[in-house]
Every structure is written in C-alpha cells, then in structure tokens.
C-alpha cells in the first residue's frame, strides 16, 4: 500500500470513530450531511478524499471538538500534496480516483474543459473508457480496477442531464482521430459526441485543423466554476486556486472559444471525421 493511501486509511478510520462517538450510523449522518449514504463509506473506507469542507461539515454534524477539526484539516493539507502525484492516485486505484473527480463535479454548477489529449472523460464510451483506463493502468502501475472505474465514470456521465449545470468542452479536431481505441470504437465514440452535442446544457467545441491557433496546445485543463482549475501533467496534477491563475484559464479558454467551432458546424466537423474512420475501417 502507498504511502498516499495509508494516510487516507487512517483519515478514514479517524473520521469513523468519531462518527461512531456520536452514535450516528453512517447513513443518518449521511443525511444531516445532505450526502449519498456512499459517500460517507468511501470515505471511511478510504476510497474517497474528502475535501477541507467534506472535514468542516462532518465534524460539525459529530460534534467534535474544534481542535480535533483542526488537526485533520492539517492532516488532510498533507494528503491533498501527495494525491498530486499522478503515481500515487493511480496506484491508490483508477475506480477510487474517479470518485474523488465525480465529488468534485457535483459540487460545480459551471463546468468548463480544454482536452487536446482525449475525449473528455464526461462525454466517453464504456469501449473508448476501457481502452484509456488500460493504457493509464499499464503507464502508472494502477490496480487492475479497470471494470470498476469505467463504472464509476459512466456514473459520472449521469451529471450531464442535470439541467442546473453548464458544461463547456473544447477539443481540438486532432482528438476525434487518434487511434487511443480500434476503429470501430472510435467511430461509436464519435456516434456519441453527435448526441452529446443536441443536450441543451453541453456546449461542445472542435477547433478544426484550420482554424488559426491562440496559443501551442501544450495541455488540458479543467475550470470548476471560478474557484479552481486542475491542470494535469503525466506526472503530477496541478490544482490552482488563486483567482490570477483561475481568470488567466478562463481567458485562454475564451481564446480557444473563438476560434472553434461549435453546434451545426462542430457536427459537421465530426461527421466529416467520422466519414473518413468508417472508410479507413471498411478499406
């Protein structure tokens, strides 16, 4: 067991003593939460991390004293500095880390990401999801939960038809042609973008191969409201909070918006590719 998840294991077993001083079960403390009766036993089992506020409130709903708060708060600040480190996530496991993403996408109501990689996770495949989960297993030594995290990131996927959210994606025509997956699954990935782009609340972006770039697409990132951007490198992910670089992201976002193209002219841009994978794949 990693060092990350060790910590996370006694974070767990930590917040299940007090829970338990309180003599609430999981599910009523759950619902004075205002949270699924699961996540509060991710938690405690050490298959999600909480947050500083997922701390705050749960030592409030137990009662515990502030000091005690305090002390995991600091513990959780540690925690959060080696969950950086993409090997540590990963070999935490793939399905435990699409826990901690999913926690983080239903607290945001504004959802805005920039992937010159992939197919963003959100609008995945369960056949393009394998194929990516099995090269990140192979990259990062990850447990072999590739079954159980392409379930909980199909689960993910449930967010977007929660017409109180917004979500922007942005993607550069490069990503609907590489060969991350068979043929065959590529062009049932691209099926999917086509019905993702008729959602009233999804704003799909391609910035096509002509289009004049703003900047060198060196990485991805993802906006959650104004309150933080994850930037993830191969070897550590980044999580910016201060409000410069959180508007310097926004605005680069807004640069790559105005030159892509989106609605009629993005689904002619993916039907144009699409024609073009289904001929290779008949040749």
């Known amino acids: 067991m990693s060092e990350f998840q060790q910590a996370r294991?006694?974070?767990?077993v930590q917040l299940r003593q007090l829970r338990e001083a309180s003599r609430l079960s999981g599910k009523e403390l759950a619902e004075r939460l205002g949270?699924?009766?699961?996540?509060?036993?991710?938690?405690?089992?050490?298959?999600?991390?909480?947050?500083?506020?997922?701390?705050?409130?749960w030592g409030r709903a137990v009662g515990a004293a502030p000091e005690i708060v305090e002390e995991l708060t600091e513990q959780?600040?540690?925690?959060?500095?080696?969950?950086?480190s993409w090997r540590q996530r990963h070999r935490s496991g793939l399905a435990a880390l699409q826990?901690?993403?999913?926690?983080?996408?239903?607290?945001?109501?504004?959802?805005?990401?920039?992937?010159?990689?992939?197919?963003?996770?959100?609008?995945?495949?369960?056949?393009?999801?394998?194929?990516?989960f099995t090269r990140l297993k192979r990259l990062y030594n990850a447990p072999d939960e590739v079954d159980a995290a392409i379930r909980v990131r199909m689960q993910r996927q449930e967010i977007l038809y929660d017409q109180r959210k917004r979500f922007r994606f942005i993607v550069p025509e490069a990503v609907l042609r590489y060969r991350l997956a068979p043929l065959d699954v590529?062009?049932?990935?691209?099926?999917?973008?086509?019905?993702?782009?008729?959602l009233p609340n999804v704003e799909f972006g391609v910035v096509p191969f002509e289009a004049p770039l703003p900047s060198?697409?060196?990485?991805?990132?993802?906006?959650y409201d104004r309150e933080q951007v994850?930037?993830?490198?191969?070897?550590?992910?980044?999580?910016?909070?201060?409000?410069?670089?959180?508007?310097?992201?926004?605005?680069?976002?807004?640069?790559?918006?105005?030159?892509?193209a989106f609605r009629e002219d993005a689904?002619?841009?993916?039907?144009?590719?699409?024609?073009?994978?289904?001929?290779?794949?008949?040749?």
Not at 216 to 223: D, M, V
Request: proline fraction near 2%; charge should be negative; glycine fraction near 6%.
């Open 230 to 260: 994850a930037v993830p490198t191969r070897t550590r992910n980044l999580v910016l909070r201060d409000p410069e670089d959180v508007t310097f992201y926004e605005r680069s976002f807004e640069e790559f918006c105005e030159v892509a």
């Open 186 to 198: 590529m062009c049932g990935q691209l099926d999917r973008l086509l019905a993702v782009t008729a």
């Open 76 to 84: 959780l600040t540690g925690l959060l500095e080696r969950q950086d």
């Open 35 to 57: 949270w699924q009766a699961s996540k509060v036993s991710r938690i405690e089992n050490a298959r999600q991390t909480a947050t500083v506020d997922d701390i705050g409130a």
């Open 99 to 132: 826990e901690d993403i999913r926690d983080l996408e239903s607290r945001t109501t504004l959802l805005r990401a920039f992937e010159p990689g992939l197919v963003v996770g959100l609008l995945q495949t369960t056949e393009y999801a394998r194929s990516v």
């Open 216 to 223: 060198a697409l060196l990485n991805g990132f993802w906006i």
């Open 9 to 12: 294991t006694r974070m767990g």
């Open 267 to 283: 689904r002619a841009v993916i039907v144009r590719v699409l024609d073009d994978l289904t001929r290779q794949s008949a040749e």
